[in-house]
């Protein structure tokens, strides 16, 4: 019970900053109304993993880096030793719903662990200014995206992985990036090739019609 009302304050949280959350709280526990208990692990997984992506973006006020923070959490979940904050007892309550889920030979635990280590090299990228090539960036949101949609097939039991639609992978970094490029920007994080911003805006405007192709390709494929 006090894992279900700290995912409800969460979902306040994520609700005041965009209203797009309503629709992600609707789904999830609309969902989640077919079988309570099988859909912990989403709801569980879901608060967790955001709040870390928040801390991380500096859309959640933190009393220290919150890169810091969130290796400290990574340190305790590989130890089995978990705090009393409002991260930490998130993490408890969805390694705890992790429990025999994923096929034989899959480590949940270790998948979302690996999610939050790629989360944590965008934060690295703004603290140190760091541009990406082409290249990085699309492995970049290659690992951020394909991590995401294993541990959510995972958390919801489904046997489809990320490797069974890869263009999707593909448009959800897609759509990730142009959604949030202005914001990204403004706090450091730069989601455009590096050698894209070295040929100047005429060669920026290139790469984002380029991507928006190559995102309608894409999506005709993942459709099929």
């Known amino acids: 019970l006090a894992a279900e009302l700290l995912c409800l304050r969460q979902f306040a949280h994520f609700a005041r900053r965009h209203r797009r959350y309503l629709f992600i709280f609707a789904g999830i526990y609309s969902r989640s109304l077919l079988g309570w208990r099988r859909g912990r692990a989403a709801r569980f997984g879901f608060c967790f993993l955001q709040l870390v992506d928040d801390l991380l973006d500096g859309d959640r006020p933190s009393a220290g880096e919150p890169a810091e923070r969130v290796e400290t959490l990574l340190r305790d979940l590989e130890t089995g030793r978990f705090g009393e904050d409002e991260l930490s007892r998130l993490a408890r309550a969805f390694f705890a719903e992790l429990e025999g889920a994923g096929a034989p030979g899959e480590n949940p635990r270790a998948i979302?662990?690996?999610?939050?280590?790629?989360?944590?090299?965008?934060?690295?990228?703004?603290?140190?200014?760091?541009?990406?090539?082409?290249?990085?960036?699309?492995?970049?949101?290659?690992?951020?995206?394909?991590?995401?949609?294993?541990?959510?097939?995972?958390?919801?039991?489904?046997?489809?992985?990320?490797?069974?639609?890869?263009?999707?992978?593909?448009?959800?970094g897609w759509c990730s990036t142009m959604r949030d490029l202005e914001e990204d920007l403004a706090r450091g994080l730069v989601n455009l090739p590096r050698e894209a911003l070295d040929g100047g805006i005429a060669a920026v405007l290139a790469w984002l019609e380029l991507a928006r192709e190559r995102a309608r390709c894409d999506l005709e494929r993942a459709e099929e």
């Open 112 to 172: 979302a662990v690996e999610l939050c280590r790629t989360m944590l090299l965008d934060r690295r990228r703004v603290r140190e200014r760091r541009l990406l090539s082409g290249l990085e960036l699309e492995r970049q949101l290659q690992r951020t995206f394909s991590l995401s949609v294993d541990i959510l097939m995972i958390a919801a039991r489904a046997e489809l992985r990320a490797r069974d639609c890869p263009q999707l992978i593909s448009l959800l």
